[in-house]
């Protein structure tokens, strides 16, 4: 079975200063790992995901992130923050084309002036 | 660039009721999805649907939730009689088919809330 944690239901940050969203997974087989972004009283809309190619993904509004299969981790990162990026983040797991998604718990990013 | 859409955007509807969110998948997808999110909590898989069939479901998609594709555009999820558990946000989903991609596409998502 597949699981996501995301270490931190709440994370504050300054405008201008670097972000970092933490995921960890478990999955029996090499996953497909996602993170989407849900902005108040919006749908969910893909920031990046991961499909076994390069471990160093680039998504939409500067956000990458980078798989480590050792530390079974896929973390959020952009280096400035902007008041636009508040929202709640999610990181999702997907095994196989066409199987369900697991979505971690969400993280909220709030963004400070 | 072509999106799913869902209808309502918001349903109220008394406990007992039965309800039916619609959505419309982007027109060359195969599987589609049901989630939910209760408010506060993280979205939860419902059911996929693959060649006209269920393909999966959770344990959640008791025998009081139905989905169809009744005309090759539509994919609808039926809650035949709903309880004020049921309140949370339902977001309908598709992917293409391959090799393009596993990459689920989400729709805005239909309030349900049941009084």
């Known amino acids: 079975a597949q699981s996501v944690t995301q270490l931190d239901s709440h994370v504050s940050v300054s405008e201008g200063t670097p972000v970092l969203l933490r995921c960890n997974y478990s999955?029996?087989?090499?996953?497909?790992l996602f993170w989407y972004v849900q902005h108040p009283n919006k749908g969910l809309q893909l920031l990046l995901k991961?499909?076994?190619?390069?471990?160093l993904v680039k998504g939409i509004n500067g956000f990458e992130a980078e798989f480590k299969k050792s530390e079974t981790s896929f973390h959020l990162t952009k280096p400035s923050a902007h008041m636009s990026d508040a929202a709640e983040y999610f990181c999702?797991?997907?095994?196989?084309?066409?199987?369900?998604?697991?979505f971690g718990p969400g993280t909220r990013l709030s963004v400070l002036p | 660039e072509p999106e799913v859409t869902q209808t309502p955007s918001h349903q109220v509807t008394q406990m007992g009721q039965e309800v039916i969110l619609r959505c419309v998948p982007i027109?060359?997808?195969?599987?589609f999805y049901w989630y939910r999110q209760i408010l506060g909590q993280k979205v939860e898989f419902l059911v996929s649907?693959?060649?006209?069939?269920?393909?999966?479901k959770s344990e959640i998609f008791d025998d009081q939730f139905s989905v169809e594709r009744p005309d090759g555009s539509n994919f609808t999820l039926k809650i035949r009689s709903t309880k004020l558990e049921d309140s949370a946000m339902y977001f309908c989903?598709?992917?293409?088919?391959?090799?393009?991609?596993?990459?689920?596409?989400f729709g805005p998502g239909t309030r349900l809330t049941v009084l």
């Open positions: 999702v797991v997907s095994r196989f084309y066409g199987q369900n998604f697991v």
């Open positions: 027109s060359n997808h195969l599987y």
């Open positions: 991961y499909t076994s190619a390069a471990t």
């Open positions: 989903a598709s992917i293409p088919p391959p090799p393009a991609a596993d990459t689920q596409y």
């Open positions: 649907f693959y060649n006209n069939e269920i393909s999966e």
């Open positions: 999955s029996s087989y090499s996953p497909s």
